[in-house]
Nanobody, 118 residues
Framework: QVQLVESGGGLVQPGGSLRLSCAASRFTFSNYVMSWYRQAPGKERELVATFTRTGNTNYADSVKGRFTISRDNAKNSMYLQINSLKPEDTAVYYC????????????WGQGTQVTVSS
């Protein structure tokens, strides 16, 4: 069974940093377009950062310059470096995998909580 497992969340003060990880198992990681989403309390899940099908990266305007998405296909892992954290970044962060060819094949992780508070 395909698994995506996020880790690295936690409680951090404003201005702090975190590095989130998404470990994938039981599928060919390089066959998937990988993304990070987040969902704050009472809000809809939103796209934070993604790799395009050509390997470029896109970011939500609210995180540009502060968040960096990366991946290591050899380790079946994806990362999200989060710097200059703000209270409004508080959310559950999820990784998502979309099959590059077969639309509709989508996997989600269980999420990792990021809380930004002093």
């Amino acid at each position: 069974q395909v698994q995506l497992v996020e880790s690295g969340g936690g409680l951090v003060q404003p201005g702090g940093s975190l590095r989130l990880s998404c470990a994938a198992s039981r599928f060919t990681f390089s066959n998937y377009v990988m993304s990070w989403y987040r969902q704050a309390p009472g809000k809809e899940r939103e796209l934070v950062a993604t790799f395009t099908r050509t390997g470029n990266t896109n970011y939500a305007d609210s995180v540009k310059g502060r968040f960096t998405i990366s991946r290591d296909n050899a380790k079946n892992s994806m990362y999200l470096q989060i710097n200059s954290l703000k209270p409004e970044d508080t959310a559950v962060y999820y990784c998502r995998a979309d099959h590059r060819v077969q639309s509709g094949i989508v996997y989600w992780g269980q999420g990792t909580q990021v809380t930004v508070s002093s």
